[in-house]
């Protein structure tokens, strides 16, 4: 079947712009994670959806940052006013929820701001 | 507060030598889950395995094994007869029961394999 999918799968921006990055997770996976990439921090958490509950936002950086997910399915992460600072690989997973549930990543968006 | 710790930043081996790659875990919390993730240079993160706390056997499969050790809390992966494929970035990951259930990654140990 199919895995989790990203898009755009790299994006330059400039500096100060607004971004939108999207995400579909694998059909029928409840939770949904975004995580971030880059060179020195690592693989660090975002923000976490599960079903109608409200996201853990505990590791959102700023207020910059913000995300929805539509239906239960699809999320989008927003970036307002990038920073350079804000480039990095976002990375998006999901997975069943409880017990187990490993989680399953995309491919990841590659953001570059200038 | 969750941690990992991945060590060995970069590990270069010959191919067919064995490697193993360290993970050591913090955590107050009981009931958690290990992971290891790995990242080839496509970089999609690809699941390997998944123990939980109250599990201490070890596994193997193929040419991989686990030691999980809950009285050192470390999670070593060890890569018997390593090949070129092998090449990748490895992620040592943890998760605690409940909450958000959260990845808390190790910044991951790049491991070169020549030929």
């Known amino acids: 079947g199919a895995g989790v999918s990203q898009s755009p799968s790299n994006k330059v921006t400039e500096k100060g712009k607004d971004v939108e990055l999207r995400c579909d997770p694998i059909?029928?996976?409840?939770?949904l994670y975004w995580y971030r990439q880059s060179l020195g921090q690592g693989l660090e958490f975002l923000i976490y959806?599960?079903?109608?509950?409200?996201?853990?936002k505990s590791g959102l950086p700023s207020d910059r940052f913000s995300a929805e997910r539509t239906g239960g399915s699809v999320s989008t992460l927003t970036i307002q006013r990038t920073q350079q600072e804000d480039s990095a690989v976002y990375l998006c997973?999901?997975?069943?929820?409880?017990?187990?549930?490993?989680?399953?990543f995309g491919p990841g968006t590659r953001l570059t701001v200038l | 507060a969750q941690k990992v710790t991945q060590a060995q930043t970069e590990i270069s081996v010959v191919e067919k030598e064995d490697v193993t790659l360290d993970c050591v875990y913090e955590?107050?919390?009981?009931?958690?889950?290990l992971f290891w993730y790995k990242q080839p240079p496509s970089g999609e993160l690809v699941f390997l395995i998944r123990r939980n706390s109250f599990d201490e056997q070890n596994e193997i499969s193929g040419r991989y094994s686990w030691n999980f050790q809950k009285s050192t809390s470390s999670f070593n992966f060890t890569i018997t007869a390593s090949q070129v494929v092998d090449s990748a970035v490895y992620f040592c990951?943890?998760?605690?029961?409940?909450?958000?259930?959260?990845?808390?990654f190790g910044k991951g140990t790049k491991l070169t394999v020549n030929p």
């Open positions: 997973a999901s997975s069943w929820r409880g017990g187990w549930g490993e989680q399953f």
């Open positions: 059909s029928g996976h409840t939770a």
């Open positions: 990951a943890l998760r605690v029961q409940g909450g958000s259930e959260k990845l808390v």
């Open positions: 959806f599960q079903g109608n509950s409200a996201p853990d």
């Open positions: 955590t107050r919390d009981t009931t958690y889950y």
